[in-house]
C-alpha cells in the first residue's frame, strides 16, 4: 500500500433540458510533502459555446444532507444542489491488495440544481467519487472506458480496462454485467444496445495540457510518462434499445489512452 500517497475526485455533471451542460471536478492530491487541491468548471451552452474555469486551491468537498448533496463555491461561483435518486454503486476496482481504487457512483441519477452567476441550469445529473490509495500507473492500464447514460427512467455506468489487467464493469438499472463490445459509435451488452448520436467532443487532449500541467516534474516519478497519457471525453445524444423499444437520454463518455 502506498501510504503517502492519495487522490480523492468528485466529479458532478447535470444535462438540462435545453441543452445546457455543465460537468464539475473537485479533486485532492496528497503525496509526500505535496498537498495540491483541484477544481474546475466545464459549460456547454444550448448553441455548443463552451466556457471553462480552473483553479488549484485547497477548498472543501461538496457536503450531504439527508438526501441531497451540496456544494457552494465561491472560487468557481458556484452553488449547486444535487437530491440523489437512485441506490448507489460502489466496487474496489485494484486489481491487487497493494492499495486501492475505491469507485462509487453515489447516484447514477439526480434531480440537479446548479446556479452560477449568470445561469440557472436544472436538469437530470450524475454524481461519484473515487479514490485511490494506489498510483494509477501501477494498474497497467493500456485504455480506460468510462461512461454514464441518463434516460427519465433508465441508466447505465461503464467502467472498461484494457491492459495487464483487464476489467469490465456495466451497471443497468441495478443489474451488473461483465462482458461487452464498445467502440465509438455504440455499446452492446446483454440483449442491449446504446447508439451514440450526435456527438460533441468536449475534451480531445493529453493530461500534461490539463489536471496535472503545473505540477513540477510529475513525469520523473512515474512509471508511465504522464505525458503520453491522453483523454478525449464526449457528450451525446444517445439511442438506447432494449426489447424493440427506443429510449432516448445523454451520454457523458470517455476514453484515456496510454499510448
Known amino acids: 500500500m502506498n501510504d503517502n500517497f492519495k487522490l480523492t475526485k468528485y466529479y458532478l455533471d447535470c444535462i438540462s433540458e435545453d441543452n445546457n451542460l455543465i460537468i464539475l471536478y473537485s479533486a485532492k492530491l496528497e503525496w509526500n510533502l505535496l498537498k495540491i487541491g483541484f477544481m474546475s468548471l466545464f459549460h456547454k451552452n444550448h448553441n455548443d459555446c463552451v466556457n471553462e474555469k480552473s483553479i488549484y486551491s485547497n477548498q472543501t468537498f461538496p457536503k450531504f444532507y439527508d438526501n441531497t448533496l451540496v456544494w457552494e463555491n465561491p472560487k468557481l461561483n ?48 450524475y454524481l461519484e467519487r473515487l479514490t485511490l490509495t494506489k498510483y494509477p500507473w501501477e494498474l497497467g492500464l493500456s485504455n480506460l472506458y468510462w461512461g454514464r447514460f441518463i434516460a427519465d427512467e433508465d441508466y447505465i455506468v461503464w467502467i472498461i480496462w484494457e491492459g495487464e489487467f483487464p476489467l469490465t464493469k456495466i451497471y443497468y438499472n441495478g443489474s451488473e454485467y461483465s462482458e461487452c463490445r464498445i467502440n465509438e459509435e455504440r ?72 499510448e
Open 78 to 125: 458556484i452553488n449547486c444542489n444535487f437530491k440523489l435518486l437512485q441506490q448507489p454503486i460502489s466496487a474496489d476496482l485494484s486489481p491487487e491488495n497493494d492499495g486501492s481504487v475505491l469507485w462509487e457512483c453515489l447516484s447514477p441519477i439526480c434531480d440537479s440544481e446548479i446556479y452560477t452567476d449568470s445561469l440557472k441550469i436544472i436538469g437530470k445529473g
Open 187 to 258: 455499446l452492446e451488452f446483454g440483449n442491449f444496445q446504446l447508439l451514440f448520436q450526435e456527438n460533441f467532443t468536449i475534451r480531445n487532449s493529453y493530461l500534461l495540457n490539463g489536471i496535472l500541467k503545473n505540477i513540477p516534474f510529475i513525469d520523473k516519478f512515474t512509471k508511465t510518462p504522464v505525458s503520453k497519457i491522453k483523454e478525449i471525453k464526449h457528450y451525446s445524444k444517445s439511442k438506447f434499445i432494449k426489447n424493440g423499444q427506443e429510449i432516448f437520454g445523454n451520454t457523458i463518455r470517455e476514453k484515456v489512452l496510454w
